[in-house]
C-alpha cells in the first residue's frame, strides 16, 4: 500500500512568490512610526525610500510592488532639484507607458489595481507604469517657491501628480489661479498644507473673465486709457479652491497672516465644509468672526490649532466648544486674551477631549479644576507659564487624570515643588513625556525638587521617554548630565497630526 505525504508549500525562489506576500511584506516598511524630530523623521524617510528601492531591484516582480510603495510618498527634501528629477523621471514613465499602451498594455486603473496588469489569460504581470500616478503625498515645505516665478513648476506639479492626496506647500504670493490650477488637476487632495502670503488685491485676468472694474491707467503716451483688472479670492473667480476646502478633511494656514478685510481668509471661511476634521490657523492673527464661522460649519472638527493668535477671546472657544463637540486636540498657546472660562467650556462640552494646550495664556488655578474635574480622556495637557496661586491645584489634577496621562508639560510653573514631583510618581503610571524645566519657588517657599523624586518617577513610569528638568532649583548640573545620557532632554511641543 502506498502512502501520500504532504509537506508545507515551499517557494525556492523568492521571485516566484504571490503579489499580494510582496505587498504584506512592503506594510512593514511603511510601518515605522516617524520621529516628531525633523532631522531624524527626514533620516528615516531616506532609510525607507532606499529599502524600497532595493526591494525594486530583486525582479520584475518585486518592482512591480515596491514601485507604487516607493513613489507613494517621494522624499525631496530641500533640494529643488530633486523635485525636478522626480518630475522628470515621472514624465519619462509617462512616455514609456504610452508607448507600451500602443501595444495593449493599459497603465488606467494602475493604483487601484496594485501595479499590476491583467492579462487576456487571467495571470498577473508586472505593469509598465506611469509612476506619476503611484504619487500621493508630497511635501515641498522645506523648498521656498514663489509666484509668478515658480508658477510654471506648480502646475507641472499638478499635471504630474493627478492623485495627490496629500499636498504641503510654502509658496510666497500664492495666486488664486495657481491653486485653482492644482484643485482642478488634483481633485482627490484631502490634505492641504499651505505656508506663505496671499496675493491681495487687484490683478489682471487670465484664466477667467469675470466679475471685472475699470480703472483708469495711464499709457506709455500718457494718454489716460481703461484697463480691465479683476478681483481675487471670490467665490466667482476661485471656484476651483472653493470646491477644494470643501473637500478638505486637514487644512493647515499656518502663519498666512490674516488681516482685517483679506479677501483670502473670507473664501475659506465660506468654503469649508463638514468634511473638515482638522485645521491649523496657528500665528495668523484670525479674528473671532473667523473662528466661529468655520467652527459653525465644520461640526465634525476633531483637531484645532489656534495658537498665539493674541485677538481671540473667550467668546469664540465658547463657540467652538459648542459648535464642535468632538474636539479632541485644541491647541491654545499664547493666546493671552483666554481665560478659565475658554477651559471651562471645552472641558464641560468636548467630553471627548485628549490634548490640550493653554501655555503662555491667562488661565489659572480654575482651568487645572475643570480639566480635573470634566476631561476624563485627557492624556495630554501643556501648561507652561501659568499664572497658577496654589499646588494643591496640580495636585487635584494628577489624582483625578493622571492615570490616563502621557505628556505633561509644566516648564515654568513656580508653584510646582517634590509634591507635585512625588505625585506623578504614584499617580501617573503611563507618562511618556515630562517637561518641568524652570520648575520651582526661587524664593525657597515651596519644596525644592529633589534627584531622589525624580528617580522614583524614572522609576515607576516604565514608559517614560522624555524628561525635560533644565534650571530646575535643586537638581546639580552633574545629575542633569548625567539624566541626558540616560533619557532624552530635548523639549517637546503638541504637533498637529497629519500635517
Known amino acids: 500500500m502506498q502512502t501520500s505525504s504532504t509537506s508545507p508549500l515551499t517557494f525556492r525562489d523568492p521571485s516566484l512568490l504571490p503579489p499580494e506576500v510582496f505587498h504584506h511584506i512592503l506594510t512593514y516598511v511603511e510601518a515605522c512610526i516617524p520621529s516628531l524630530d525633523p532631522v531624524i523623521a527626514a533620516a528615516q524617510r531616506e532609510a525607507k525610500q532606499e529599502t524600497l528601492l532595493a526591494c525594486a531591484r530583486v525582479s520584475r516582480r518585486w518592482k512591480a510592488s515596491a514601485l507604487p510603495v516607493l513613489w507613494r510618498d517621494p522624499h525631496v527634501g530641500q533640494s ?8 522628470l523621471g515621472s514624465r519619462l514613465s509617462a512616455v514609456h507607458a504610452e508607448s507600451k499602451g500602443k501595444s495593449g498594455l493599459s497603465t488606467v486603473g494602475l493604483e487601484e489595481n ?9 495571470q498577473s504581470a ?8 503611484f504619487v500621493q503625498r508630497l511635501d515641498l515645505r522645506d523648498i521656498h517657491l514663489v509666484e509668478p516665478a515658480d508658477t510654471s513648476l506648480l502646475r507641472i506639479l499638478a499635471d504630474t501628480f493627478p492623485n495627490l492626496r496629500t499636498l504641503r506647500l510654502k509658496v510666497g504670493r500664492f495666486c488664486e489661479s495657481t491653486l485653482n490650477y492644482i484643485f482642478t488637476k488634483c481633485p482627490r487632495i484631502h490634505t492641504f498644507s499651505l505656508k506663505g502670503s496671499a496675493f491681495q488685491g487687484m490683478e489682471r485676468p487670465r484664466d477667467i473673465l469675470s466679475l471685472v472694474d475699470d480703472d483708469m491707467v495711464v499709457d506709455g503716451g500718457g494718454r489716460s486709457v481703461r ?27 499656518y502663519n498666512v497672516i490674516y488681516e482685517d478685510g483679506s479677501a483670502f481668509y473670507s473664501l475659506i471661511e465660506s468654503s469649508v465644509g463638514p468634511n473638515l476634521q482638522f485645521i491649523n490657523l496657528g500665528r495668523t492673527w ?4 473667523i473662528v466661529t464661522s468655520i467652527a459653525s460649519k465644520c461640526p465634525n472638527l ?7 493668535n493674541i485677538g481671540l477671546s473667550d467668546a469664540a472657544i465658547a463657540v467652538l466648544a459648542a459648535k464642535c463637540p468632538n474636539l479632541e486636540t485644541v491647541k491654545l498657546r499664547n493666546c493671552v486674551g483666554l481665560t478659565d472660562v475658554s477651559v471651562r467650556e471645552l472641558a464641560l462640552k468636548c467630553r471627548n477631549l485628549k490634548a490640550l494646550g493653554i501655555s503662555y495664556s491667562r488661565c489659572t488655578d480654575a482651568s487645572l479644576y475643570a480639566l480635573a474635574e470634566y476631561s476624563t480622556n485627557l492624556h495630554t495637557l501643556f501648561m507652561n ?6 499646588e494643591d491645584s496640580v495636585l487635584a489634577f494628577l489624582t483625578r487624570r493622571g492615570r490616563k496621562l502621557k505628556t505633561l508639560g509644566m516648564c515654568q510653573c513656580e508653584v510646582v515643588s517634590d509634591r507635585s514631583i512625588r505625585m506623578i510618581s504614584e499617580m501617573c503610571p503611563n507618562l511618556e513625556e515630562l517637561d518641568i524645566q524652570q520648575c520651582g519657588d526661587s524664593s525657597g517657599s515651596g519644596e525644592p525638587i529633589r534627584e531622589e523624586s525624580l528617580e522614583r518617577v524614572i522609576g515607576r513610569c516604565r514608559k517614560l521617554k522624555t524628561l525635560v528638568v533644565h534650571e530646575v532649583d535643586g ?14 532632554t530635548q523639549q517637546f511641543w503638541l504637533e498637529p497630526p497629519g500635517f
Open 286 to 289: 484670525v479674528a473671532d468672526k
Open 475 to 488: 537638581l546639580s548640573q552633574e545629575y542633569v548630565e548625567g539624566l541626558g545620557r540616560r533619557i532624552c
Open 114 to 122: 496594485g501595479g499590476r496588469h491583467e492579462e487576456p489569460n487571467g
Open 302 to 308: 476633531r483637531g484645532v490649532w489656534l495658537e498665539e
Open 126 to 133: 508586472p505593469a509598465e507604469p506611469w509612476l506619476g500616478l
Open 80 to 87: 529643488k532639484l530633486l523635485v525636478d528629477k522626480v518630475i
Open 227 to 253: 484697463e480691465r483688472k479683476q478681483r481675487t479670492w471670490t467665490m466667482k473667480t476661485a471656484a476651483a479652491v472653493a470646491e477644494g476646502v470643501k473637500r478638505l478633511k486637514a487644512l493647515d494656514l
Open 385 to 390: 507659564d501659568l499664572p497658577l496661586e496654589d
